[in-house]
């Protein structure tokens, strides 16, 4: 896949949803016959992305049973399109058919939502999907040619079980991304299983499609998140700071009827309805296309490509250049501000928003929802004073002091995270996390963790590093809150998440631990390590040194320091170098005795009694314990 620009990652988020089998010729694409068509060719990938993210339990052998179901429903109703079961809109037919299904929903704690109707039966439906999927087994993995022959024994059932094991464990992602990554997915194995180093293969080739899958399920979970908890206002206003941005010489009246059909397709999307998403998309599509001499002069060769390509293209196509027309001065200049407020609100500050952001191509857009915000408060102050215009002529003055005080944070950022490292700055969110949201699972805190540091290794060094921080930080935060307006982590933690959208990063900022929690006992267990210890490239390791600090932060006996410096010393501390390794020339790594029965000590004062000791009691001396210092203070290199 093409490396897009970071100036352009919001955007490629957004819109690039289009599967890659929709309709081909850009005619057609309003044409609900082949909008049709498509859903009926492609009903068994759209069965199972359904019913494998509404009910994540489910069995394969489950939605197979389902999928023939709803195969003999389609041929019916393309048979007979006057029979009565063939009225009911595509959803509704799936979850009925979930429901008659023997025993399911009984098993599966659905059973409260089948005397449901309507909306209250699509949000049972939507508030009976689960986002952390530590429930589920591992993904599966084969060997490469276990795979390879698996996929060239029967193509259509490997990628069948393939998008079901992705669907269940990314229940928030939209269908037709779903669809998309199937589509690459169905790619890579073509190419790798003709290769001769097959694994080497998928493990270059799939690297993009996994970064693909996570990025969407970010972003979108992210902005549902957004509209359900705070409205279509919220979500309005994100998607008119990303358009102006992208496309800055649209007029303003041609941007809110983008917007209309931009923001209509996350009713459907948001909430699961595969078949309304498939179609909002391709509409969004079409309309960019349709009017594509108001909106870019960047994009004609785009939409004269086929869908698959065309969607694509506008993605990587380059902002258009910026008019000369820019008016974000009447804003603060104009007499009249407060009557023109007045007389229509909402389309007062979207066009202030829409000016700001065409005008500001290197703010992120959270930042330009802050400035609109604060504009608001600006406005709402200066229009009961005496001298309106002479008060709000300062405005700047305060759009400037927040945006100083977002480039702050962002700078500290990459601060540690060029002091620290990737899996420094990795340990010191996980610590932060941990304290501020420990009722949050371990597996979850982990994933977040990693993804904080992944977004500062990603901007950091690039010139538009506040824009690209701040928008991925702030993805992080929003799976954090979670897409469910009903989710509950702790009153500190609520209050960030659904207060104020725009300025939940500055919120969470402030955040100290929790000090209500009271944390587990601590068992022996925890610090169980073996001699795989010292295999430094051990991914199993990591993930266990990553636990450990998880659950060794949410007891609180640590300072944030020592915690990151004992895991980032750990092996160092209690690996030796041992005779040369045989393959490659490199040492062979062994354990030190001392040091496994060292961290089983520190696991009994902290399972015992008194486990709130303090960092000082921690801090053993070097001499007694050898070069396993146990919780020893110094910096993560």
């Known amino acids: 896949m093409k490396q897009l620009k970071f100036t352009d990652f919001v955007f490629f988020l957004f819109f690039f949803t289009e599967s890659l089998t929709l309709p081909t010729k850009p005619q057609d694409v309003d044409d609900s016959g082949i909008t049709q068509k498509f859903i009926e060719e492609n009903i068994e990938y759209i069965t199972i992305i359904a019913f494998a993210q509404y009910v994540q339990e489910a069995t394969f052998e489950d939605v197979e049973i389902l999928v023939k179901d709803m195969v003999e429903y389609k041929d019916r109703c393309v048979a007979n399109k006057t029979l009565p079961e063939c009225f009911k809109l595509p959803n509704n037919a799936l979850q009925e058919k979930i429901f008659a299904m023997e025993g399911l929903p009984q098993k599966h704690n659905l059973s409260h939502c089948c005397s449901k109707v ?96 996570k990025a969407f399920s970010s972003y979108q979970k992210n902005v549902c998140g957004a509209y359900l908890k705070f409205g279509t206002k919220v979500l309005n206003f994100i998607n008119i700071a990303v358009l102006s941005q992208k496309f800055p010489k649209i007029e303003f009246k041609e941007l809110t009827s983008l917007i209309e059909d931009v923001s209509s397709k996350y009713d459907g999307c ?81 066009e202030f928003t829409y000016e700001y952001s065409r005008n500001h191509p290197d703010l992120s857009t959270p930042e330009l929802l802050r400035i609109a915000h604060v504009y608001k408060d600006v406005l709402s102050n200066c229009c009961n004073t005496q001298n309106p215009p002479g008060c709000y002529r300062r405005a700047k003055d305060k759009f400037n002091e927040t945006t100083e005080k977002s480039h702050k944070i962002v700078q500290r950022e990459c601060e540690h995270f060029q002091l620290w490292g990737k899996d420094g700055v990795k340990y010191y969110y996980l610590i932060r996390l941990t304290k501020t949201a420990p009722q949050l699972s371990t597996e979850e805190l982990i994933s977040l963790g990693e993804k904080m540091a992944m977004a500062l290794a990603t901007c950091c060094t690039l010139s538009e590093e506040f824009a690209c921080v701040d928008n991925l930080v702030d993805l992080v935060l929003g799976e954090l809150c979670g897409i ?27 955040l100290k631990a929790d000090e209500t929690y009271v944390p587990p006992t601590t068992t022996k267990d925890l610090f169980t390590f073996n001699a795989d210890l010292c295999q430094a490239q051990n991914e199993e390791l990591q993930r266990k040194k990553d636990r450990v600090l998880v659950d060794l932060a949410r007891r609180r006996e ?10 980032a010393g750990l092996a160092e501390r209690c690996c030796s170098a041992g005779e040369p390794a045989l393959w490659g020339g490199s040492q062979n790594w062994q354990l030190k005795p001392d040091c496994l029965r060292n961290i089983k000590e520190k696991a009994s004062k902290l399972s015992g009694p008194d486990r709130r000791e303090t960092p000082e009691s921690l801090n053993v001396d070097r001499k007694k314990r050898g070069n396993c210092s146990g919780f020893g203070v110094h910096s993560p290199q």
């Open 118 to 213: 309507d909306f209250e039966r699509r949000s049972c439906f939507f508030f009976n999907k689960k986002a952390d999927v530590a429930f589920l087994p591992p993904f599966p993995t084969l060997d490469p040619e276990e795979k390879c022959q698996a996929f060239k024994n029967s193509r259509k059932s490997f990628l069948n079980r393939y998008v079901y094991e992705v669907a269940r464990r990314n229940p928030f992602v939209f269908a037709p991304t779903l669809l998309s990554v199937a589509a690459r997915f169905e790619e890579v194995a073509g190419a790798c299983c003709e290769e001769q180093h097959k694994a080497t293969c998928f493990q270059t080739r799939a690297a993009p499609v996994i970064q693909y899958l």
């Open 558 to 567: 640590l300072a944030e320091e020592e915690l990151r410096a004992w895991l």
């Open 270 to 350: 948001c909430e699961g309805d595969v078949v309304q998403c498939v179609r909002d998309t391709s509409k969004v599509m079409n309309h960019i296309c349709s009017k594509q001499g108001s909106i870019s002069s960047k994009i004609q060769e785009c939409c004269e490509k086929k869908i698959p390509e065309r969607g694509e293209c506008i993605i990587n196509s380059n902002k258009d250049d910026r008019p000369e027309d820019l008016r974000e001065a009447k804003f603060t200049d104009s007499e009249t501000l407060c009557q023109e407020r007045d007389t229509d609100p909402d389309n007062f500050f979207a």
């Open 484 to 510: 469910n307006e009903n989710r509950t982590i702790n009153p500190a933690v609520d209050h960030c998440c659904k207060t104020n959208f725009a300025f939940r990063r500055h919120c969470f900022e402030g």
